[in-house]
């Protein structure tokens, strides 16, 4: 049962277009959702975060949505650059762990 | 600090043997994750540590893994025997907290087993 669901295995953009990556889960008992970027051959790094008490958190060109009652967050990348291609998970914590989802890998187009 | 370092880097192994992964957390960090990462299901959590007890071992998949963490400095999986389905890329990472605070990861053990 996958508690963090990442629907999008990819997504291809434009190069200064924005990226638009959704994640989606099921147990209102988390508290705190992040997203990673992970390139090949290299653990993931943690990229931003947001509060459940919070919808939005803005991070330069990265910023992620909360939407508690539909249990969806998004990351909004503007403007998408080549160096952001990477796969990127979205995490949500509570219930004592941290739950990934699969992934989605990006790739901006030049 | 260099960050959490995992060794090996790579590992093949024959259908069989016994296979064991290594990780240093970043000190100071009371948290330690092991991670598996697949195409199918992406970073599954294995298994996570605090202070060095074994916190939450449901997602390891069968009796033929363990872990330990004999001090906060030092962790290992175990796969004992190993088999095809392991291949995947393991990830240790460790933490502050859980709750919060984000997770750090080491470049993870690339485990092919033929």
């Known amino acids: 049962d996958q508690q963090v669901k990442q629907n999008s295995p990819s997504l291809s953009v434009q190069e200064g277009r924005i990226s638009i990556l959704n994640c989606d889960y099921t147990?209102?008992?988390?508290?705190?959702f992040l997203w990673y970027k992970k390139y090949p051959a290299e653990g993931p790094t943690f990229l931003i975060s947001?509060?459940?008490?919070?919808d939005k958190n803005e991070d330069g060109r990265f910023t992620v949505f909360l939407n508690k009652s539909a249990k969806h967050l998004s990351l909004h990348i503007v403007p998408s650059q080549p160096g952001d291609s990477a796969v990127y998970f979205c995490?949500?914590?509570?219930?004592?762990?941290?739950?990934f989802g699969a992934g989605t890998i990006l790739r901006v187009k030049s | 600090d260099a960050g959490v370092i995992q060794s090996p880097r790579h590992e093949v192994t024959e259908m069989g043997q016994e296979v064991t992964l290594r990780c240093k957390p970043i000190?100071?960090?009371?948290?330690l994750f092991w991670y598996r990462q697949t195409m199918m299901r992406g970073l599954e959590l294995l298994i996570y540590?605090?202070?060095?007890?074994?916190?939450?071992d449901s997602g390891m998949p069968e009796d033929r893994f363990s872990a330990k963490m004999p001090n906060a400095s030092f962790s290992t999986l175990k796969i004992q025997p190993s088999e095809p389905r392991d291949s995947a890329v393991y990830f240790c990472?460790?933490?502050?907290?859980?709750?919060?605070?984000?997770?750090?990861f080491g470049q993870g053990t690339r485990l092919t087993v033929v």
């Open positions: 990472a460790s933490s502050l907290g859980i709750l919060n605070t984000e997770a750090f």
């Open positions: 147990n209102s008992m988390f508290d705190y």
């Open positions: 947001i509060s459940s008490i919070k």
């Open positions: 995490a949500a914590s509570g219930l004592g762990k941290l739950v």
């Open positions: 000190s100071g960090h009371d948290y």
């Open positions: 540590f605090n202070n060095n007890v074994p916190i939450d």
